[in-house]
């Protein structure tokens, strides 16, 4: 079963907004949605989660809809090195092991 | 502040022979993990460390992985007659798990394990 719909690819251009959408229709009230991304030959590298505040770090923010069955993750400044596959994960906090699905593979093009 | 380090960053080694790879955990951290990802292949979880308590090993897939905690910080996993399905690489993670709101995991570099 797969918690979260991620699409499989997306481009954005380097200055511009990176807006990455994921479904989690079936989210539990006591899971969080997290986001990870993985740049090619490095570990994952974890990024944002929230419950169902919106939430803004120095990497980027995440907006989950009031039913929190989907959100989005925004990148303010996508650069080249935010090139990588992202990864939305949906899963309580007492739930340690993570698991990755396909993701989004999101290219940024100068 | 320092990041989670894992040693060696690459290993050949021959089918038969015994691994260890080393993983420093970022300090302050209590929750330890290791994972191993194949070539396009999603994340695996091999193994858990929380504080004094007794692992989570229920990922090691086989008897011939054991891994260990010391004095509570560096990690070691030991691989035991080599396979060429154990080809993968190996990514050890830290977290801080006294945080309200689940665990963030931080990851290190990872091992890349090639059993020829």
């Known amino acids: 079963d797969a918690k979260t719909t991620q699409p499989p690819s997306m481009d954005c251009a380097e200055g511009r907004a990176a807006n990455l959408p994921c479904n989690h229709s079936t989210i539990s009230g006591n899971e969080y949605v997290y986001w990870y991304r993985q740049i090619h030959s490095q570990g994952p590298q974890y990024i944002i989660h929230g419950l169902k505040n919106n939430e803004t770090n120095e990497m980027a923010s995440l907006i989950i809809t009031e039913d929190r069955k989907s959100s989005t993750l925004i990148l303010p400044h996508a650069t080249l090195r935010d090139t990588a596959v992202y990864y939305c994960i949906v899963k309580s906090s007492n739930d340690y092991k993570l698991s990755f699905g396909a993701g989004t593979t999101v290219t940024v093009r100068a | 502040g320092a990041g989670v380090s894992q040693s060696p960053s690459n290993k050949v080694t021959e089918k038969g022979k015994d691994v260890e790879l080393r993983c420093d955990p970022i300090?302050?951290?209590?929750?330890l993990y290791w994972y191993r990802q194949s070539l396009g292949q999603g994340l695996e979880f091999l193994i858990y460390?929380?504080?004094?308590?007794?692992?989570?090993k229920s990922g090691l897939p086989s008897d011939r992985f054991s891994a260990e905690r010391t004095g509570g910080s560096v990690s070691t996993l030991t691989i035991q007659r080599t396979q060429q399905e154990d080809s993968a690489v190996y990514l050890c993670?830290?977290?801080?798990?006294?945080?309200?709101?689940?665990?963030?995991?931080?990851f290190g570099p990872g091992t890349r394990l090639t059993v020829t």
């Open positions: 300090s302050g951290h209590t929750a």
């Open positions: 460390f929380q504080g004094n308590s007794a692992p989570d």
């Open positions: 993670a830290s977290s801080f798990s006294g945080l309200a709101g689940g665990y963030e995991q931080y």
